[in-house]
């Protein structure tokens, strides 16, 4: 029995051991700022930004002129007949043909040329296009700053449950400590022949128990710990440190009314990325409708050319020696399609889908964001009353166990009692610890959901 104590001891060293090798102190904002540095999701999301304001400088190219450099070079092979050149045929039934002699005539012809073009009037479809260009660039930027306020909230989370693992694993602790106090006693106990061996041999597998919770609470950090690493972004396990979340959570109690939660509710969808973005995808749903409808317009350009041209006959470079002729073209040209198997029309339709979808996506938006909010609100509210009832629950635990191991020493008490009253008090720890830990995520749900400059 001796030795398996010694093993149980040892163990227990090794543990405390693993969970105090030299860690990194980790604020909130630290994490925060991490994870919104080297997330994928930021870089995705600046990545869709650049992409957008690139798709409106090529939509936007389309009000300016447009100006071609022109190169041509080809070859035509005309019939030429040698007239007045004529030679009479008399065939055998006596019938007389007059025919002309011809011969193959090669011609080469270069060209060089400047064309500028510049639309008049395209039916709205430049000025749509430019419009829902614009519209996606906003909804480009809100959608990055939704995924920045997801991702800093989704460390947040990360954070505080590492904070979870960490106070769970030293209640844990705690516990094996006063466990093996009531061990000693117990074999002190039990050699003064003042208890039983059956309570000291009970002393000792509480102990046990409680170094196996210990080790679930040190895998239980672990897990925390990837978990933090995975939301800020850092994936590489070898390029690690181990961290220790610094930052303490703390409490204040809070009380709401429904004038608070209304003016949460209206800075919320005013203040929400999410909305913005939705009005920005309205405004290009608009957008494709007006650039659809050009179809129904005519288009109109003006033009003009100048043009340098060589011709030669007996080879293509003798077209490039004598480039002596040039002209000049100016005009306006008119397009107006008659009919195009409806596709106009058709486009149109699709495009008022579109819209129509962008409407119902920001009205469900909306709801959602309500919801939210009178989640944040309720969850903060139900941690803050959780939080004072264990207040009073932690400190009557405490002397709970103090008064027992005083009964103990006294002989008053059984050890099973104090045993008892040990994980009575360790258990309302966890509980405190916990009631505060959700109450801190709360809190950041909340500030989360009403739209506020966070992080």
Known sequence: MR??????????????????????????????????KAHPDVLMAERDVARSRAVFKNVRSSRFPKIDFLFENQYTKTIEKFEPTKIHLTFDDGTDKVISPTKDVPEYQSEIAV?????????????SAIKGARAGIRSAERARHTSRRGIALAATRAYWELKRAQEVLRIDQEKVEHAEDILKA????????????????????????HQGDLSQSQTARKIAEDTLWLEMGQLEAEKRELVHAQDEPSFQPVTFDDEELKRGIHDA??????????????????????????????????????????????????????????????????????FEGLATLSKIEEEKAVLANSLLEREKMRQSIIRQVRKAYNSLIGAAKRVTLLQQSIGLAERNLEAAKKQFALGAATIHEVAEYNVSMAET???????????EMAKAELAWARGEAWP
């Open 269 to 338: 969808l005013r203040l929400r990325p999410e909305m913005q973005s939705a009005a920005a995808k309205i405004e290009a749903g608009e957008a494709g409708v007006g650039a659809a409808r050009s179809g129904c317009f005519p288009q109109v350009e003006l033009f003009g050319r100048y043009s340098w041209i060589g011709y030669g006959q007996d080879e293509a470079g003798d077209a490039w020696k004598d480039i002596d002729r040039n002209y000049w073209v100016a005009g306006v040209n008119i397009t107006l399609n008659l």
């Open 429 to 439: 720890k966890k509980e405190y610890i916990n009631a505060l830990i959700d109450y």
């Open 115 to 127: 064309q500028a073009t510049e639309k008049l009037f395209s039916g709205g479809r430049i000025f």
């Open 186 to 209: 117990a074999k002190s106990r039990h050699a003064q022949g003042a208890i039983s061996k059956l309570e000291r041999e009970k002393a000792q597998v509480d102990f046990l128990n």
């Open 3 to 36: 030795h398996s104590l010694s093993l149980a001891v040892l163990l227990t060293l090794v543990i405390f051991i693993g969970v105090s090798r030299a860690q990194v102190p980790l604020s909130l904002p630290g994490a925060v700022n991490r994870a919104l």
